[in-house]
C-alpha cells in the first residue's frame, strides 16, 4: 500500500505498508520511520554516497529495460538486488542499497511515497540530467505518468 502527498509539485509525506510482512514506512516531521509488526518506530537514514565508488544498485523484479541496463554498465556495481515496487525507495531509505535507475515507465502513485520517504531520510530523487525530479499535477491521466529518474541514498554528487 502507497500513500504519497504531493505540494507544490513535491512530495511531502509518505507512507508504505507491506502487510505479508507487516512492514511500514513512513515519514513524520521531517524524518522517516520503520516499525515492524508491533515493534517500537525507528528513525531511518540514508547510508553516505560509497567513498569507493562501487554502488550496490537496486532495479526492479520485472522492468529491467535496456536502458537501465546501459546506465548500469557505466558504473562499477558492487551488488545488484532485485526488489518490487516502492519497496526500493525504502531499501535506500534504510542504507541497504545506493542507487535506483529507472528509465521505464511509472505513474506518480508508484514513486510520490517512495520518494517521500527517502528524501526524509536523507536521499535524493533526481531527472537523469541531474535536475530535482518533481510532479505535475493536474486532471490530464498522461501527466500522471512520470519521466525518467534516478533514486540516491545521498544528495549531492555522482548522478
Known sequence: MNIGLIENNRTVLGVIYKPVTEELFYTKNGASYYKKSKL??????CSNKPRDNKYRVIASKSHLDEQTKNYVDKIEVKEFIRASSSLKFC????????????FGNTMQWDTAAGQA???HAG??????????FMYILNDDEKCLLNGFFIARGWREGFC
Do not use: N
Not at 517500537?40 to 537514514?45: L, M, Q
Open 91 to 102: 531499501k535506500l531509505a534504510m542504507g541497504e542499497a545506493d542507487i535506483y535507475p529507472r
Open 123 to 132: 536521499g535524493s530523487v533526481i531527472k537523469p540530467d541531474g535536475e530535482e
Open 117 to 119: 520517504i527517502l528524501e
Open 40 to 45: 517500537k518506530e525507528v528513525e531511518i537514514r
